[in-house]
């Protein structure tokens, strides 16, 4: 499996270093006004894609 970020279309690579149980920290919550909502949406989609990754069989 290729895990290089740069060669995914989003930059984006389900990777988890945190110890299990340990909840992901919130550093950055953007606003929903201009560019900051499509950075919003960005942010929901790679959560959701985070919850669903024991989903696949990669």
């Given at each position: 499996?290729?895990?290089?970020?740069?060669?995914?279309?989003?930059?984006?690579?389900?990777?988890?270093y945190l110890p299990?149980?340990?909840?992901?920290?919130?550093?950055?919550?953007?606003?929903?006004?201009?560019?900051?909502?499509?950075?919003?949406?960005?942010?929901e989609r790679?959560?959701?894609?985070?919850?669903?990754?024991?989903?696949?069989?990669?």
């Amino acid at each position: 499996m290729d895990i290089f970020s740069f060669r995914e279309e989003e930059e984006f690579v389900l990777q988890d270093y945190l110890p299990q149980g340990m909840t992901r920290p919130v550093f950055y919550k953007p606003g929903t006004n201009g560019y900051e909502r499509s950075i919003s949406e960005r942010m929901e989609r790679w959560e959701e894609e985070r919850k669903n990754k024991g989903d696949r069989d990669d």
